[in-house]
């Protein structure tokens, strides 16, 4: 019998790995296309267009102008986790997501804990975004039409509404796509990073007419730690850039390719950001900011008097918010997906309807989960949540590289992590130093949460574990329900 | 029972010839050249159109000739003049006449060789026939003692699928053919945004290609009960992102024939080429017989009384 920590611990041999998503393919060689440019592209187009159509109401108010420098720090962490995702994304052969590399590098409940990040990461992101995407479609529809939804209808209970309805729509569109089978072609993406980079530089050409020196005036009013709980919160705008790293089966000499697209993509990110940021807050004061809906939006109206600018702004993040929303809570479903094929939860999240070919029972199951959240739950907490869990996994993720290094020195890896061990110990404390400065709410409903998916798996998953029950992993194909 | 095969005077293709021989030769039935000329308007004392109608019978037995000439000698031929007013309907016509049990046509002179490319004859009949049509691939030819060996059933692991299983092994089993069930999973590698990598959908084809065979076993068991049981092959699963490529995935040979139903959305008792069925049929490089959803019903409930 195997003790209680060899259970906990027990990991999926990477060779076993292999064998589930190789065997009888014939695909277990993808060919390397991508290159240095296009690996940026997604980069830029993964990470932009999750959070700085919004996030800047939020921040602004907690790091004063200084915000600008919170996009430095929250940038250099994510590049140093993106950086250590992709040593484990090459040394695990397998396509998934960071739960898969926790659970073949760290063990069961390690990869459990991961999960519950990115069930944060994923499902909570998805609708902190859909509430986003709410603001700018009230404000489009209001410019254009001159109406908007009642605040009852547009606004989470907190803050004064009943629900807001345009983003529990706005989940239920993605859920009958994604139902149905549909799938973000690479065409569609390039047009979205596009859309989204063309509209953040019509708002820095339009927005610099209104600057305004005096603004930086007060720059650090709340000091180090207010530019730290401010890269907490705009975290969120760098989620995203991490999935650059699961491409590594494609990418053309790794070694060279990753390190390079990785940074080239922070550094035009942040860049745009952070111009973003300061046109933004030369153009009004850092405590206007306070509360205000589509800021980006709002703010060219102010400076030019006139609807159009913030319509085209808004017409352009409805466009690719949209888009965001569709990516995210497909990822969702399919890590789900992926755990339920391990035993993790229940069978029902692996169930695949026959005619779309889509899990089409999880992906309504998490939809309306996500569409719970984005009604009910105001906009500030699902991004803090949601950046507390992707720091999390990025932690266990850079923990998870020195493991790895320690325990299987000589395993092939595509991708080292240069300057090690110094970046992924820089990447931990980086985490780590923006995670204290999070609101201590947050964190108390991180770990709670965290506590829930533990006893979850102590209750459930320890028992169902395919691994645990020495069985191949995935649905027995002599059970398949007619 | 007989086959109908359209012979058109402009129209020099060979393929659909080729076809029906293979076909006939295969099951024993005799075929039926068709060519449709169009009919006289209305019928006129004065008879203004004579010489237009002689002229054109005279082109339809030219053409009737030359098909004639092109069949291989062991199928026995007949031909016939078809009036109709349109090429389609004819067709039916003479299927109707000689009860067929299929027809024939070839592909658009406007496609690709090697592919089946509907035209405005064959899209109509595949939308509206209430018999089989088959449809030989652009430039296709047969061996002069070309038989069918292996009939590829297109299987989505519905009912009606399960009824059109059967009722392609039955024709297996009546021509000697081996019979073999392809599925199709034509997904799209998942966006890398998402953050999955990009094989994130293959645990999905997966679980779907595990619960397809699971349901292909259960149909080939009722296949076994059959009276004239078909050898059977083993069941393949093409797999791409696109319909071409999930095709192309499967192995296709001489000899190969591969049977799609019609959509379980349109009229119960005739062809309706479903929009999967559609895109399969464009992308075979077989020739494509497809179903009528009642036919297939239809054999099975024989097979009820049967077996």
């Known amino acids: 019998m195997s003790t209680f920590g060899q259970r906990v611990l027990r990991r999926k041999s990477v060779i076993q790995m292999d064998d589930e998503t190789g065997a009888d393919t014939g695909r277990s060689e993808l060919a390397r296309t991508i290159g240095v440019f296009q690996l940026t592209l997604f980069g830029v187009g993964a990470t932009i267009g999750t959070g700085i159509f919004f996030v800047l109401s939020q921040a602004v108010p907690v790091a004063g102008p200084a915000v600008i420098w919170s996009f430095v720090i929250a940038g250099a962490v994510a590049g140093l986790t993106a950086v250590c995702y992709a040593e484990l994304a090459s040394a695990v052969p397998v396509s998934g997501s960071s739960y898969s590399y926790a659970y073949a590098t760290l063990g069961e409940l390690p990869a459990m804990g991961v999960a519950a990040c990115l069930l944060l990461e994923y499902g909570v992101s998805a609708a902190a975004v859909a509430v986003g995407w709410s603001q700018y479609l009230n404000e489009l529809t209001d410019n254009l039409f001159g109406f908007r939804l009642p605040e009852q209808l547009s606004n989470a209970p907190e803050q004064g509404g009943i629900v807001n309805l345009p983003a529990v729509v706005l989940v239920a569109l993605c859920t009958l796509l994604l139902i149905r089978g549909a799938s973000e072609s690479a065409k569609v993406n390039t047009v979205m990073v596009l859309i989204k980079i063309c509209v953040l530089i019509f708002f820095v050409v339009v927005g610099a007419k209104g600057w305004n020196t005096d603004h930086f005036a007060n720059f650090a009013p709340y000091g180090i730690s207010g530019i730290t709980s401010g890269a907490g919160i705009i975290f969120f705008s760098y989620i995203g850039l991490d999935a650059v790293s699961t491409a590594g089966e494609e990418v053309k000499d790794p070694h060279r390719t990753m390190p390079m697209a990785i940074i080239g993509a922070l550094v035009i990110v942040t860049g745009l950001y952070i111009v973003v940021t300061m046109v933004a807050i030369g153009a009004q004061s850092a405590s206007s900011f306070k509360d205000q809906e589509a800021g980006l939006s709002a703010i060219l109206e102010h400076i030019i008097g006139a609807s159009w600018p913030g319509t085209i702004v808004a017409a352009g993040a409805v466009i690719s918010i949209f888009s965001v929303t569709l990516v995210v809570i497909y990822g969702q479903t399919r890590i789900l997906f992926a755990m339920s094929r391990d035993g993790m939860i229940p069978e029902v999240f692996h169930r695949v309807n026959p005619r779309t070919m889509t899990p089409v029972t999880n992906t309504i199951i998490v939809a309306t989960i996500i569409a719970l959240l984005a009604g009910l739950i105001p906009i500030n907490f699902l991004a803090e949540m949601t950046s507390i869990g992707t720091l999390v996994a990025f932690l266990v993720v850079s923990i998870g590289v020195i493991i790895l290094r320690r325990r299987e020195p000589d395993l092939p890896r595509g991708f080292k992590v240069p300057g090690y061990p110094v970046t992924p110990i820089l990447s931990v404390l980086g985490c780590l130093w923006i995670i204290k400065d999070l609101r201590a709410v947050t964190i108390w409903v991180f770990l709670i949460w965290t506590s829930v998916v533990l006893v979850w798996y102590f209750v459930y998953g320890m028992k169902h574990s395919h691994l645990g029950r020495h069985e191949q992993v995935g649905l027995p194909h002599e059970n398949v329900p007619r | ?307």
């Open chain 2, 1 to 307: 029972m007989t086959l109908v095969v359209g012979a058109a005077p402009e129209h020099g293709g060979k393929a659909a010839l080729h076809l029906a021989a293979e076909l006939a030769r295969s099951a024993g039935e005799d075929v039926v050249v068709a060519s449709v000329v169009p009919a006289p308007w209305y019928p006129s004392l004065a008879r203004v159109d004579a010489e237009y109608q002689s002229y054109l019978v005279e082109a339809a037995d030219r053409a009737l000739a030359g098909a004639r000439a092109a069949l291989p000698s062991d199928v026995p031929v007949t031909t016939v003049v078809q009036h109709a007013s349109s090429a389609a309907e004819g067709l039916l016509e003479v299927a109707d006449v000689h009860d067929a049990s299929l027809v024939v046509v070839g592909s658009s002179s406007a496609g690709v060789f090697g592919h089946v490319a509907l035209g405005s004859v064959s899209d109509r009949l595949v939308h509206s026939s209430a018999r089989p049509v088959a449809l030989a691939p652009r430039g296709f030819r047969a061996r002069a003692d070309g038989r069918v060996r292996r009939v590829t059933a297109a299987y989505g692991g519905s009912e009606a699928a399960d009824d059109l299983v059967i009722a392609a092994a039955r024709v297996a089993g009546r021509v000697g053919a081996t019979l073999r069930l392809a599925s199709f999973a034509v997904r799209p590698p998942s966006p890398i945004t998402a953050g999955i990598g990009s094989r994130g959908e293959e645990p999905v084809v997966q679980e779907w290609i595990a619960a397809i065979h699971g349901h292909a076993e259960d149909v080939l068991a009722d296949v076994r009960r059959l009276p004239e049981p078909p050898l059977l092959a083993a069941s393949v699963v093409g797999w791409g992102p696109s319909w071409q490529q999930a095709i192309e995935d499967v192995t296709w040979d001489e000899g190969d024939v591969l049977v799609v139903g019609s959509s379980s959305s349109g009229a119960i008792a005739r062809v309706f080429i479903g929009s999967n069925a559609t895109k399969i049929v464009r992308h075979s490089p077989v020739p494509v017989v497809v179903v009528p959803r009642d036919v297939a019903a239809g054999d099975v409930d024989e097979v009820d009384v049967t077996g």
